[in-house]
């Protein structure tokens, strides 16, 4: 039983106040070097994308290996992060997060100055798994730092516009520097990105750990770890080979397997990775799912929608990044909008009503045709749905980490980090393939628009009604606050 803080109080016929406690310099300098390392993984996730083609040629790459240039980044930064998380809670955040920024920025350099595939997968590789150490040692210090209220509330707001902004600018960014200056500027903007935050990070960042170290779990790291890997595995190769292969269907096989043996040794250990009594906790449950959808039906778009401008609509590829870069403004706006938002809803219903907008403004994009004016149709559509997305990502932050205690952050934000992670891979194999599949690209656009809307539309009724306020008859005097049950099957 826990006193619900997310619901304005019974009685109150006064709004919260929406007023953040000021930063002092050292609070700005601590949130600069942290959003600026997540600013730069998200930057990583898309900035290649457009350069893969150039790459490939350079490289004497084939086509169906540079699905690897991916790949080979995505498999250690989603498979890793449980277990980062967890080394990070036990042995240091701020140890752990300065190893993870070293090691990314000699990925980078490697990657920057490949001489063959061999070589630049190798860095690929370990940029991913140095996005594993950075992203949930980098948030449990953002959580740790920040106290939960107003001030957490506007460093996540910052954290999650500039990730969302990552991804976007990096769509840009990445035809920019390829026509200008070749394919290696775009690993080379990553270096500098690292080797200017490292510097900074040892004065500034904090210590945190848990009290006592318990012994780490390795039986649940390993099958976590392993099930993770094969399934992102067999996730990002069917986007580019179908669900057919031999290989896609036994990585999927073992991947589910070997998850299911994690909740098995999960339930038996002492001291396990994740806390089962943790995931059944409404607000992480809910919250991780709204997580899920919200990322991985906005990639999907995304993607649907790149093809569509370019191939329908005859779109440049600079042409292609104006409109995801106004894409980019709106989410900056919808970043400082909504901390005050949560300030009058509260994280859970900012996250139902984030995801019912993205998924409204997600129903316009059904309308797209053939015609000139559908650019300015698709422009509207994905910036205002972006908007809502924006605040999805940041409630849905909220809303899992809030009322975790200290030493259980590294876990909160590495379940948090995990579903974006996998959110970003699913989305396309599972929905982006009917669009690349289909006879005519226009109508598997459609389709997947629909498909896309009615899944986040649905999530943000489950969400709304799963995490609906709970209170119990005689919980005290009228403004004493609401007792909520937070988990599962529990009053």
């Not at 809502?388 to 205690?405: D, E, Q």
């Not at 999530?459 to 008859?473: E, S, V, W």
């Amino acid at each position: 039983m826990a006193i619900d803080t997310d619901s304005p109080t019974p009685g109150s016929t006064t709004t919260p106040p929406l007023d953040t406690p000021r930063m002092s310099t050292r609070d700005k300098l601590v949130l600069f070097v942290l959003c600026a390392a997540q600013f730069m993984v998200a930057l990583d996730f898309s900035v290649l994308n457009v350069a893969l083609p150039v790459l490939g040629a350079d490289l004497g790459m084939s086509q169906s290996a540079l699905q690897w240039a991916v790949t080979a980044f995505a498999l250690p930064s989603g498979g890793f992060l449980l277990l980062f998380g967890r080394i990070g809670d036990l042995y240091g955040r701020r140890k752990l997060f300065l190893m993870g920024l070293a090691l990314f920025a000699a990925a980078s350099v490697l990657a920057t100055f490949a001489w063959d595939p061999a070589s630049f997968l190798a860095g690929r590789a370990l940029q991913g798994l140095g996005a594993a150490v950075i992203v949930p040692s980098g948030m449990s210090l953002l959580t740790t730092t920040f106290a939960e209220g107003p001030a957490r509330d506007r460093a996540l707001g910052i954290s999650g516009t500039l990730m969302s902004l990552g991804f976007t600018i990096g769509m840009v960014a990445g035809g920019v520097l390829t026509d200008a200056l070749g394919w290696r500027s775009t690993m080379g903007l990553l270096a500098i990105f690292a080797l200017v935050v490292l510097p900074l990070a040892p004065g500034l960042l904090p210590e945190s750990r848990t009290p006592d170290r318990p012994h780490l779990d390795v039986p649940g790291a390993i099958t976590v770890t392993g099930g993770l890997l094969s399934l992102i595995y067999a996730l990002t190769t069917a986007a580019d080979h179908g669900f057919a292969r031999t290989d896609v269907i036994a990585t999927l096989i073992v991947g589910l397997a070997l998850l299911t043996a994690f909740v098995v040794v999960e339930s038996r250990t002492e001291a396990p990775l994740v806390s089962l009594p943790m995931l059944r906790r409404r607000t992480v449950a809910w919250g991780n799912l709204g997580g899920l959808v919200t990322f991985s039906m906005m990639s999907t778009v995304v993607f649907v929608l790149t093809l569509y401008l370019q191939e329908i609509l005859n779109l440049s590829a600079w042409e292609t990044g104006l409109v995801f870069g106004f894409q980019g403004v709106m989410s900056v706006i919808a970043g400082s909008l909504t901390p005050r938002f949560i300030g009058r809803l509260g994280a859970r219903r900012t996250l139902a009503v984030s995801l019912a907008g993205q998924g409204a403004f997600i129903v316009g994009l059904l309308f797209l045709n053939a015609d000139a004016w559908s650019v300015w149709l698709a422009t509207a559509a994905v910036s205002l749905a972006s908007m809502f997305h924006l605040g999805a990502i940041i409630s849905y932050g909220l809303t899992v980490t809030s009322g975790v205690p200290d030493e259980e952050q590294g876990l909160a934000t590495g379940l948090v980090t995990s579903t974006q992670q996998i959110g970003l891979t699913v989305g396309i194999p599972l929905l982006g393939v009917l669009a690349t599949t289909a006879d005519d690209l226009l109508s598997g656009t459609r389709t997947v628009m629909g498909l896309n809307a009615a899944i986040v539309l649905a999530a943000a009724a489950l969400i709304a009604l799963g995490l609906r306020t709970r209170r119990t008859a005689g919980s005290g005097t009228i403004g004493s606050g609401a007792v909520e049950a937070e988990s599962f099957g529990s009053r």
